[in-house]
């Protein structure tokens, strides 16, 4: 195994991560397997109870781990299925060392910072690297460590200690230490001192970067990277340019182009093929030359936190990329439209598809249901997801079966017609409720319509008759009423398996009304888009009709 750490230094949000993934990429066009992990110098154990507010969305993996983007940024790009110990975090390695202590494995030693906690984080990367993450479910050859925060901040010192220490566990064959840093252009100058002193701080611990990546707003000049070089002890071919591009899937082919393939070849000694990014390549490079433009209309609370909307927005983009359309987004606020604030309400008119996603706390359910009642009645692509999709039921009983009062229990405790209540996931072992959480199957059990015609999102998942997508919630419909609204005409098509829990709602007769009780947007890919977001904006631009046809 061979591991490349990346740390950070200046500032943050300097798109390291999207840095790291396009090596990863990179790495991966010359044949090799790749996988990832993200450490994080935070306290916290995990993501699910951190705020929104504060960290964007929370990113749910296969095995149910709640983690933040990060891990939903390597994964899209890498193409590969991570797990909850792919996040490291301080917490999460006291806490198991602390549990040792207390089982009495140290034997009663004192119990210290170095060798026990250093110790413990490069036991941890040994063991998470061998994880199989990639769809062939072999081994990786190349673990990306992502170290999080900055370089000198007093949190992430430890772990800085534990990879001085790994690369001689390791050996130094196996092991390579990057940096990415930021070049600021100042009155037309670009200023190499920030680089100069993060490099510094991480040679003061004990650890020199064969490798500097520089993020500018433009192209690194050659004095500039000979200026680094000789401040930073590394050679000039060294010092990588990641100026700002198009789009950031051309960034591994700005890496290509500077050899880094190359570069990490000669100091960690893996063979490689010469870098083929294929389709990958042609999507980067076409995409900005499209003109046709799409127009989506976002319906959520606190739309101006748009990172809390991540995971949709990346599986709008690949939908959009796989119909050669540009996407416009455009935000509305649930809460506008029921108080009918007319500009919501043109937007939603306008647009060319509605998506209405999962949501936190209760402001703005009524809102969601009129934007399906609009669509429904208007014939206008919607996608529901999560929340959005009980608010497809909760319009349907309403509306068109006529139970007055329909409501979920999340909102109105005393509903009449309790259409989509709790009913959580029972968990052994604690004896309550639990969040039901991660990867479960969907059976299309009910696929053909009363025409003869098969259900859209099935043919859209390729037909099959079984998939696997990843859930977060708590509330879901009603299985007393489940009869009642298929048999009403909302076809309810796909089921967990027992047959109980609703996932999939589809109207037939509608170009394309749509709701998952699961959440798609987790398991869509840059060149392999969500089938449900693919079937959004094939409808969107008028091609699912002949899209259904050639499959
Ligand atoms: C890892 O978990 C910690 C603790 O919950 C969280 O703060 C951090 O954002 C997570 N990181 C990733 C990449 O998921
Ligand atoms: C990409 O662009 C090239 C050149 O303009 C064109 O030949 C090719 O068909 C395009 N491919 C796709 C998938 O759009
Ligand atoms: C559903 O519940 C919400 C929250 O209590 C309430 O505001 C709304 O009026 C209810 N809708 C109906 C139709 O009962």
Redesign the pocket.
């Known amino acids: 195994m061979k591991y490349i750490v990346v740390t950070g230094g200046v500032v943050s949000g300097l798109g390291k991560g999207v840095t790291i993934s396009s090596m990863g990429r990179l790495l991966q066009a010359c044949g090799l397997r790749v996988t990832a992990i993200?450490i994080?110098p935070?306290l916290?154990?995990?993501?699910g109870t951190?705020s929104p507010f504060e960290?964007g969305e929370v990113?749910v993996l296969d095995d149910g781990g709640e983690?933040?983007l990060?891990?939903g940024n390597y994964e899209r790009f890498l193409n590969i299925h991570l797990s909850q110990d792919h996040?490291i975090?301080t917490?999460k390695i006291y806490r198991h060392v602390i549990l040792k202590e207390r089982r009495g494995d140290y034997l009663g030693k004192t119990v210290q910072v170095v060798p026990h906690i250093t110790n413990e984080i490069q036991d941890w990367i040994e063991r998470v690297a061998k994880i199989p993450t990639s769809e062939d479910g072999k081994e990786a050859d190349v673990c990306l460590v992502e170290v999080g925060g900055t370089v000198g901040d007093i949190e992430s010192s430890v772990f800085l200690e534990a990879l001085r220490q790994f690369q001689f566990r390791v050996g130094t064959e196996n092991f390579l230490l990057s940096f990415v840093s930021l070049v600021p252009v100042i009155s037309e100058e670009q200023k190499t001192k920030p680089t100069q002193h993060g490099v510094k701080d991480l040679r003061s611990l004990g650890l020199s970067p064969s490798i500097i990546f520089c993020r500018s707003t433009e192209e690194l000049s050659e004095p500039t990277k000979q200026k680094i070089s000789d401040f930073c002890h590394v050679p000039a071919n060294n010092v990588l340019s990641v100026h700002d591009v198009k789009n950031i899937y051309q960034v591994p082919l700005l890496l290509e182009t500077q050899n880094l393939h190359q570069l990490l070849q000669a100091q960690l000694k893996f063979d490689l093929k010469s870098p083929d990014l294929g389709n990958w390549k042609t999507m980067a490079n076409n995409m900005s030359s499209w003109t046709d433009t799409v127009q989506i209309c976002l319906i959520g609370k606190y739309t101006g936190l748009q990172d809390s909307y991540l995971s949709i927005i990346k599986s709008l983009r690949h939908a959009a990329i796989a119909c050669e359309h540009k996407l416009d987004l455009q935000w509305v606020e649930a809460t506008d439209l029921e108080n009918n604030v007319d500009e919501a309400w043109d937007k939603v008119k306008k647009a060319q598809g509605i998506i209405v996603p999962g949501g936190f706390g209760n402001r703005g359910f009524e809102g969601k249901i009129l934007a399906a009642q609009y669509c429904r009645e208007n014939k206008k692509p919607y996608l529901g997801v999560c929340l959005g999709f009980q608010a497809v039921v909760v319009e349907y009983c309403r509306n068109v079966l006529n139970l007055e009062g329909a409501n979920s229990t999340e909102f109105d405790e005393s509903a009449k017609h309790q259409v989509v209540f709790f009913m959580p996931e029972i968990d052994k072992t604690t004896m309550g409720g639990t969040m039901r959480l991660g990867s479960r199957v969907t059976k299309f059990t009910h696929p053909t319509f009363d025409d003869g015609s098969i259900s859209i999102t099935k043919q859209l998942y390729g037909n099959k008759d079984v998939i696997h997508e990843r859930h977060r919630h708590r509330y879901e419909v009603n299985p007393e009423y489940v009869d009642q609204i298929h048999e009403g005409g909302l076809k309810l098509v796909g089921r967990d398996e027992t047959g109980e829990r609703m996932e999939v709602a589809e109207l037939p007769g509608h170009p394309y009304y749509v709701g998952a009780q699961y959440h798609p947007e987790f398991k869509s890919r840059p060149l392999a888009p969500s089938p449900p977001f693919h079937g959004l904006l094939l409808a969107a631009t008028g091609k699912l009709d002949g899209y259904l046809k050639s499959l």
């Open positions: 993200k994080d935070y916290n154990v995990d993501a951190m960290h990113f983690t933040d990060d891990l996040n975090t917490g």
